[in-house]
């Protein structure tokens, strides 16, 4: 299958959302002029245009996408044609309202906005379908064409009765039986037995709490009907253009998709990241977002949408300050991004988006954020030679599963507090500021070639993945697991003893008597450390090293335990605790820092043979490189040391 590389031809692609119809077609050729001044090589074109494209059903608009086409092709622009499909157009939901998304309290969600399709709806999948069919016949051949844009942010959820009879075949295919089913979904509590497949329906809104099982079940479905909407539109492309790459974007830790599934059936792992420039862990979040996607892409991924400045749909929306831009957008470079695009290009003047930042902002190109832009671009053509394509491995993997999250994000939990996303991101943080590398991998993946894996919190594992943990630490693996781990099976069972048997005697854990998650600014004392959001009641047994909690109903129990290479923390330790042990524990098992006594605020990145050094923050620093290197951004050699001024960047060759 064709990959990022056929797209990119040895450059970085950089560019962003194109939405042309939105203007007089003569701000199109100055458009042009702008692009080529700014160095853009790639734009998206139709991600919005269903309407436009088919302004009554059957009809078709094509004359102002051949202009587009045509004029992105004689100026060297590369177009990411999109299929639409992510907004029907008007006419769509007025004669066909079964086609619109349904809400877990019985609400129609209505069109006005975007996204408003159930992804059951098989009059939806067949005008979506047959839009895709005629669009691919008539620019497959176009030699504009450098890939295929399908959907856009898969994020509907439906709960309307075509929904339900597609839950129903679902369930049917995992189960085989109803009886089947009531085991899994532990009917006999509530007595919520099934005896008809009928009565099966979405886990719409309920009196008091749902079965848990059956809105895991539903959230593993509705990713699947998604899925299916993406594959037929991407079989579709395909058979007409099987040497173009297809993507779809994926939102950053969105929690509707199980992104390891889907990545599988992508060419290209695409994302949006939208980092809040006013939040000081923004630069980290990002890296989060870069490394998950670096993984599931196994190599280089694609950067699909950013912001080049504020957004519209915080509380409060701030602008990026002057560099923050070029900062993160390099930052994505250096964790394997070989396209930096956004949205969108030119800033619009109407609609819900006309706040959310362009390329070409509201100042037009004297402004600020497009001279930004063109710097931006001219740095990226002088690096893309020495940076596209390559990949680094890295010495840890970080365990992440979209059913564990949603297993363990029920409405009956012991603790709304203990979200998995902000646990995941602290354990990574703490990687991050050691400047210790890490990729992300699923449970069940082959970590064989990793010296340390991190398993921040998995609530639901399977034998399989269980197994694979088990494999890895006999095999000589060095694995670290927080807590809440291995507490239920695949169907949210929990397992006899809180805790999985086999992960028990892997860490030297007797007995877990009783979970005590805290309230939020509520602490424990450990030996050496204080620990937030969660506590355990726990008894060892043969563990190797116990460091143990101080004071209060849990004083002299374990809170961190140690069995040969595997460690289990029952609370999650303030963040330089956290950071000292993981820097600890890797060093045992061989792990060295990118670079050794880093400033604050500074990160550094090996991709390849190169080294990004990023600074974070507003004060020029000074930072130890040893040996010669050329800087790719200024063509300088530094010797030993680099100074980075304010947000400042250098890209280091030996």
């Given at each position: 299958?064709?990959?990022?590389?056929?797209?990119?031809?040895?450059?970085?692609?950089?560019?962003?959302?194109?939405?042309?119809?939105?203007?007089?077609?003569?701000?199109?050729?100055?458009?042009?002029?702008?692009?080529?001044?700014?160095?853009?090589?790639?734009?998206?074109?139709?991600?919005?245009?269903?309407?436009?494209?088919?302004?009554?059903?059957?009809?078709?608009?094509?004359?102002?996408?051949?202009?587009?086409?045509?004029?992105?092709?004689?100026?060297?622009?590369?177009?990411?044609?999109?299929?639409?499909?992510?907004?029907?157009?008007?006419?769509?939901?007025?004669?066909?309202?079964?086609?619109?998304?349904?809400?877990?309290?019985?609400?129609?969600?209505?069109?006005?906005?975007?996204?408003?399709?159930?992804?059951?709806?098989?009059?939806?999948?067949?005008?979506?379908?047959?839009?895709?069919?005629?669009?691919?016949?008539?620019?497959?051949?176009?030699?504009?064409?450098?890939?295929?844009?399908?959907?856009?942010?898969?994020?509907?959820?439906?709960w309307g009765d075509e929904s339900a009879a597609a839950f129903r075949r679902w369930l049917q295919n995992?189960?085989?039986?109803?009886?089947?089913?009531?085991?899994?979904?532990?009917?006999?509590?509530?007595?919520?037995?099934?005896?008809?497949?009928?009565?099966?329906?979405?886990?719409?809104?309920?009196?008091?709490?749902?079965?848990?099982?059956?809105?895991?079940?539903?959230?593993?479905?509705?990713?699947?009907?998604?899925?299916?909407?993406?594959?037929?539109?991407?079989?579709?492309?395909?058979?007409?253009?099987?040497?173009?790459?297809?993507?779809?974007?994926?939102?950053?830790?969105?929690?509707?998709?199980?992104?390891?599934?889907?990545?599988?059936?992508?060419?290209?792992?695409?994302?949006?990241?939208?980092?809040?420039?006013?939040?000081?862990?923004?630069?980290?979040?990002?890296?989060?977002?870069?490394?998950?996607?670096?993984?599931?892409?196994?190599?280089?991924?694609?950067?699909?949408?950013?912001?080049?400045?504020?957004?519209?749909?915080?509380?409060?929306?701030?602008?990026?300050?002057?560099?923050?831009?070029?900062?993160?957008?390099?930052?994505?470079?250096?964790?394997?991004a070989d396209a930096v695009c956004y949205f969108q290009w030119r800033q619009s003047r109407q609609g819900a988006e006309k706040f959310h930042s362009g390329m070409v902002s509201h100042a037009g190109e004297h402004g600020r954020t497009f001279q930004e832009v063109k710097r931006l671009g001219a740095e990226l053509a002088a690096i893309s030679e020495e940076v596209t394509g390559s990949h680094t491995r890295n010495d840890i993997a970080v365990l992440h599963d979209w059913h564990a999250w949603w297993g363990g994000a029920q409405e009956g939990r012991l603790s709304s507090a203990a979200e998995y996303p902000q646990i995941v991101g602290a354990w990574h943080r703490a990687l991050w500021e050691a400047s210790l590398p890490t990729d992300f991998a699923h449970p069940e993946h082959d970590l064989s070639a990793y010296r340390l894996v991190v398993v921040p919190q998995l609530y639901l594992l399977t034998d399989a993945a269980i197994d694979n943990l088990l494999a890895y630490v006999r095999g000589g693996g060095t694995l670290v697991c927080g807590f809440l781990t291995g507490v239920a099976d695949e169907d949210d069972r929990v397992r006899p003893g809180g805790m999985d048997t086999r992960l028990r005697g892997l860490f030297g854990l007797r007995t877990l008597h009783e979970w005590w998650p805290l309230a939020p600014g509520e602490s424990v004392e450990v030996d050496g450390f204080q620990g937030h959001l969660w506590s355990e009641e726990l008894e060892a047994d043969a563990a190797d090293e116990v460091t143990p909690y101080k004071g209060g109903e849990l004083d002299g129990f374990p809170a961190v335990l140690r069995k040969g290479r595997a460690w289990y923390l029952s609370t999650l330790p303030e963040p330089d605790a956290l950071r000292d042990l993981l820097t600890r524990i890797g060093a045992d098992a061989g792990i060295r820092p990118v670079l050794d006594a880093l400033p604050a605020e500074v990160e550094a990145v090996r991709r390849g043979e190169l080294l990004f050094v990023l600074n974070h923050g507003t004060e020029p620093v000074t930072v130890q490189v040893p040996g010669d290197h050329r800087d790719l951004l200024t063509g300088n050699t530094v010797s030993d040391e680099v100074s980075l001024g304010r947000y400042g960047v250098a890209v280091l060759k030996p």
């Open positions: 299958m064709p990959g990022l590389g056929d797209a990119t031809q040895g450059r970085i692609l950089f560019g962003g959302d194109y939405n042309p119809e939105q203007w007089p077609e003569e701000t199109w050729h100055e458009d042009v002029r702008l692009m080529k001044d700014a160095g853009v090589n790639s734009v998206t074109l139709g991600v919005f245009s269903w309407a436009k494209l088919e302004p009554r059903p059957g009809a078709r608009e094509f004359g102002w996408l051949d202009r587009l086409m045509d004029l992105m092709h004689d100026n060297d622009i590369g177009v990411v044609l999109a299929t639409p499909t992510s907004s029907p157009p008007p006419w769509m939901g007025r004669l066909h309202p079964e086609t619109l998304p349904v809400a877990e309290d019985g609400r129609t969600e209505w069109w006005g906005g975007r996204q408003h399709f159930s992804h059951s709806s098989a009059t939806y999948r067949r005008y979506a379908a047959a839009l895709t069919e005629d669009l691919a016949a008539r620019y497959g051949g176009h030699p504009a064409l450098t890939m295929w844009h399908i959907n856009n942010e898969y994020c509907t959820y439906d995992r189960y085989g039986t109803l009886d089947a089913v009531n085991k899994a979904w532990g009917t006999a509590f509530w007595s919520q037995g099934y005896g008809d497949w009928y009565e099966i329906l979405p886990p719409r809104l309920a009196h008091y709490m749902r079965n848990p099982t059956q809105v895991l079940d539903f959230k593993r479905f509705t990713s699947d009907a998604l899925l299916e909407c993406y594959l037929a539109e991407r079989d579709i492309v395909r058979r007409h253009t099987p040497h173009i790459p297809v993507t779809t974007n994926f939102m950053p830790m969105w929690v509707g998709q199980d992104a390891w599934r889907w990545a599988e059936e992508e060419d290209i792992v695409s994302v949006d990241i939208y980092s809040d420039p006013d939040d000081p862990l923004g630069a980290q979040q990002g890296a989060l977002v870069q490394d998950m996607t670096r993984s599931q892409a196994r190599g280089p991924w694609m950067l699909m949408e950013q912001a080049t400045g504020s957004v519209n749909w915080r509380a409060v929306n701030r602008a990026k300050p002057r560099g923050l831009n070029r900062l993160w957008s390099l930052q994505a470079v250096a964790r394997g």
